[in-house]
T-cell receptor
Framework: EDQVTQSPEALRLQEGESSSLNCSYTVSGLRGLFWYRQDPGKGPEFLFTLYSAGEEKEKERLKATLTKKESFLHITAPKPEDSATYLCAVQGGSGSARQLTFGSGTQLTVLP | EAGVAQSPRYKIIEKRQSVAFWCNPISGHATLYWYQQILGQGPKLLIQFQNNGVVDDSQLPKDRFSAERLKGVDSTLKIQPAKLEDSAVYLC???????????FGQGTRLTVV
């Protein structure tokens, strides 16, 4: 059974204080690791897909990296508008059913 | 490009009543998902469709939940009868195929009292 564990559960940062969110996973045959952002009362918003260890992707102040056991979402010089819950999900397995398994998320608060 | 549309946004029902949710995926997306998200948790897959067919419903409580996808486009998720523990946000998502990122709708917040 695929499993995803995210840490920390909650993180409070001052504006401009860089940090990293962790996503540890176990999956049978990783097909992709996904990062989503979720604002209160909204559905998850797609950020990145990573497919293989060593891969990195960047978008504005966010950078996602992947190893064989975990992924990190690095936030550089965050702003209050980066406050949200960040969800990690993995897709594994073979055949036609390749479901996403989500972690519980990290709730990020960036204080001005 | 229009996103995933869901309705209603909110629904309050009494336990043992029935409820239905509707989803219209992004045009051309073959894969459609229904997720349940309980407060403070990540989304949990209930059912996955590929075009008209079900490819994964292993976590769907089939004694009370049912879902269908009409002509490979719109989908409905039904709960009958509802229990208190069904209170959650029900998210619909779609992707071009099962191998690509999924895009989510705003969700339907269900409260069972």
């Amino acid at each position: 059974e695929d499993q995803v564990t995210q840490s920390p559960e909650a993180l409070r940062l001052q504006e401009g204080e860089s940090s990293s969110l962790n996503c540890s996973y176990t999956v049978s045959g990783l097909r992709g690791l996904f990062w989503y952002r979720q604002d209160p009362g909204k559905g998850p918003e797609f950020l990145f897909t990573l497919y293989s260890a060593g891969e990195e992707k960047e978008k504005e102040r966010l950078k996602a990296t992947l190893t064989k056991k975990e992924s990190f979402l690095h936030i550089t010089a965050p702003k209050p508008e980066d406050s949200a819950t960040y969800l990690c999900a993995v897709q594994g397995g073979s055949g036609s059913a390749r479901q996403l398994t989500f972690g519980s998320g990290t709730q990020l608060t960036v204080l001005p | 490009e229009a996103g995933v549309a869901q309705s209603p946004r909110y629904k309050i029902i009494e336990k043992r009543q029935s409820v239905a949710f509707w989803c219209n995926p992004i045009s051309g997306h073959a894969t459609l998902y229904w997720y349940q998200q309980i407060l403070g948790q990540g989304p949990k897959l209930l059912i996955q469709f590929q075009n008209n067919g079900v490819v994964d419903d292993s976590q769907l409580p089939k004694d009370r939940f049912s879902a269908e996808r009409l002509k490979g486009v719109d989908s409905t998720l039904k709960i009958q009868p509802a229990k208190l523990e069904d209170s959650a946000v029900y998210l619909c998502a779609s992707s071009a195929t099962g191998d690509f990122e999924a895009f989510f709708g705003q969700g339907t917040r269900l409260t069972v009292v």
